[in-house]
């Protein structure tokens, strides 16, 4: 899939099982794409913000991961690194259980749902997997969740994909625009954009 340029700034306002809102800033250089946002919410018992620096190559592939929270029990900083050969490092130590995964997804975002689909090819029916490095909101802690995206279809200037996440039993549908962010997710609502980076890779 061809992908237009993402904004340089972009924003979600966090529904129904939380509320919260979400900011991205889109940094890149040569070689490299950097996602830095931050998302505070309230959801059931649980007041955090998260913050997430991802670092990835021009081709979508992590490369490294910076996540900070802000709790009622204070604050707490993980760095993820990926090695190599599908193999993750949590604060410099290698986790075996990560192992074969491509990808990081925070709880807390919107935002790393963008990151598979501009990494892999897709055709219109199937179904690609695409296990994750999965980041909880309220402690950091990082276990391997089982996920699937089948694209739907590619519309003028929106692209509509099935998620399931095998891991936690959940499914919907994804809708993003034309530059790979999502519009409307079952937790979340695309506010606004603005600013274009040249976009360095395709899809």
């Not at 709790?71 to 993980?78: K, N, S």
Request: proline share 3%.
């Amino acid at each position: 899939m061809e992908f237009e340029s993402m904004p340089a700034v972009a924003s979600w306002l966090h529904r129904d099982v939380r509320s919260g809102f979400e900011v991205l800033f889109v940094e890149t250089s040569p070689g490299r794409i950097s996602l830095r946002g931050t998302t505070t919410a309230v959801e059931g018992n649980s007041t955090w913000a998260v913050g997430y620096v991802v670092d990835l190559d021009e081709h979508w592939n992590t490369q490294g991961v910076v996540a900070t929270n802000a709790t009622v029990r204070g604050e707490a900083r993980r760095a993820i690194q990926r090695l190599g050969a599908g193999r993750w490092a949590i604060d410099g130590v290698h986790d075996p259980a990560l192992d074969g995964c491509s990808d990081v997804d925070f709880e807390s975002s919107s935002v790393t749902n963008a990151i598979p689909i501009h990494r892999m090819a897709f055709d219109v029916g199937e179904t690609v997997e695409a296990p994750a490095a999965f980041v909880r909101a309220d402690d950091l802690s990082v276990v391997r969740i089982e996920q699937q995206y089948t694209l739907v279809g590619i519309g003028d200037r929106e692209i509509t994909f099935d998620y399931i996440s095998v891991t936690f039993g959940f499914a919907c549908r994804l809708t993003f625009d034309a530059s790979g962010l999502i519009l409307d997710y079952q937790v979340s609502r695309f506010v606004t954009a603005s600013g274009r980076y040249r976009q360095p890779g395709r899809g």
